[in-house]
């Protein structure tokens, strides 16, 4: 909630407050008052609000340029501060656009650095992949079929869809499970989150089994 309270620490400089601030504006759609509090609080070096700049900058939003180059430095900054989102962008932005000469191996080590300061099943998943997928740009090196399935484990037993969809085309493929792999399809699809070409394929391969 926004209070008056809360504006007065914010603009004598309390950095907690200037985030709070930050996100409460994001969350009630002020994009103009939610960059002002994201570049103070990322100014004295709050490690969510450097990452928020990132994010913005990645995609654009709030009127800002997109500028994957400053976007990339915010990640960082926000990674060096410990981070857990910080290293998750920074390892997607790697990993999908090989940026500043880092690729797939430094992506599976901030993937890792991320689930290890907090655990959650997305960077489980996206370790997963890694491993599953192996540096494509170089001969699929460190694919690891063995530790992809430890990883995509973890990530399924928490539901995530996109692991769910993802091991479920992995255990079809070496044609084991095929009961568990189609009731996971069953599952990301009836989830509402996958993105709209893995919900073509999950629904193109449940036609045909």
């Given at each position: 909630?926004?209070?008056?309270?809360?504006?007065?620490?914010?603009?004598?400089?309390?950095?907690?407050?200037?985030?709070?601030?930050?996100?409460?504006?994001?969350?009630?759609?002020?994009?103009?008052?939610?960059?002002?509090?994201?570049?103070?609080?990322?100014?004295?070096?709050?490690?969510?609000?450097?990452?928020?700049?990132?994010?913005?900058?990645?995609?654009?939003?709030?009127?800002?340029?997109?500028?994957?180059?400053?976007?990339?430095?915010?990640?960082?900054?926000?990674?060096?501060?410990?981070?857990?989102?910080?290293?998750?962008?920074?390892?997607?932005?790697?990993?999908?656009?090989?940026?500043?000469?880092k690729g797939w191996s430094e992506a599976?080590?901030?993937?890792?650095?991320?689930?290890?300061?907090?655990?959650?099943?997305?960077?489980?998943?996206?370790?997963?992949?890694?491993?599953?997928?192996?540096?494509?740009?170089?001969?699929?090196?460190?694919?690891?079929?063995?530790?992809?399935?430890?990883?995509?484990?973890?990530?399924?037993?928490?539901?995530?869809?996109?692991?769910?969809?993802?091991?479920?085309?992995?255990?079809?493929?070496?044609?084991?499970?095929?009961?568990?792999?189609?009731?996971?399809?069953?599952?990301?699809?009836?989830?509402?989150?996958?993105?709209?070409?893995?919900?073509?394929a999950a629904n193109n391969l449940l036609?045909?089994?």
């Amino acid at each position: 909630m926004i209070t008056n309270e809360l504006i007065l620490k914010a603009e004598q400089g309390d950095v907690t407050a200037q985030w709070d601030l930050c996100w409460e504006y994001y969350e009630n759609g002020d994009s103009e008052k939610e960059l002002h509090w994201a570049k103070k609080a990322a100014e004295n070096g709050h490690p969510r609000a450097l990452w928020r700049l990132g994010d913005l900058y990645e995609w654009g939003d709030c009127g800002l340029q997109i500028d994957i180059q400053k976007a990339i430095e915010y990640y960082q900054l926000a990674a060096d501060a410990g981070d857990a989102s910080g290293y998750y962008s920074l390892a997607d932005a790697c990993y999908n656009r090989n940026v500043a000469g880092k690729g797939w191996s430094e992506a599976l080590e901030y993937f890792k650095k991320s689930e290890s300061i907090k655990s959650n099943a997305q960077s489980q998943e996206r370790i997963a992949r890694c491993y599953y997928y192996g540096d494509k740009r170089n001969n699929k090196a460190g694919s690891n079929l063995q530790k992809a399935v430890e990883w995509y484990e973890k990530a399924v037993a928490q539901k995530e869809p996109t692991a769910q969809f993802h091991y479920a085309c992995l255990l079809l493929k070496c044609g084991c499970e095929n009961e568990r792999a189609i009731d996971m399809l069953k599952k990301a699809i009836a989830s509402g989150e996958l993105i709209k070409v893995d919900l073509e394929a999950a629904n193109n391969l449940l036609k045909i089994l």
